[in-house]
């Protein structure tokens, strides 16, 4: 079984900084990609930054520039770092990984069970 955790959301101002982190744990022979992607009330889900295997990184162009993506050494635990917070980043906030467990040939995808970033003041 593979659980994906996450933790550090909460309630910033406009402006402010949150980091989030996210820990894959289980049976996990391969890291493809792990990432970050959020859902705002009645929007669809998106994706917010990605890192794949090589290190490369993806960002939305809405986060350029003030989120940052990284990751641990085990390649297994994955940080945002969200600078200038704006209150469109109010949202769910879900980390996935592209994995390969033990029992399987293929990759599959594998959802957190979200944390809420709330931007207010």
């Known amino acids: 079984q593979v659980q994906l955790v996450e933790s550090g959301g909460g309630l910033v101002q406009p402006g402010g900084s949150l980091r989030l982190s996210c820990a894959a744990s289980g049976s996990i022979l391969s890291v493809y990609a792990m990432g970050w992607y959020r859902q705002a009330p009645g929007e669809k889900r998106e994706l917010v930054a990605d890192i794949i295997s090589s290190g490369s990184t993806i960002y939305a162009d809405s986060v350029k520039g003030r989120f940052t993506i990284s990751r641990g050494n085990a390649k297994s635990t994955v940080y945002l770092q969200m600078n200038s917070l704006k209150t469109g980043g109010t949202a769910v906030y879900y980390c996935?990984?592209?994995?390969?467990?033990?029992?399987?040939?293929?990759?599959?995808?594998?959802w957190g069970q979200g944390t809420q970033v709330t931007v207010s003041s």
């Open positions: 996935h990984g592209r994995l390969v467990v033990a029992g399987k040939s293929s990759s599959d995808d594998y």
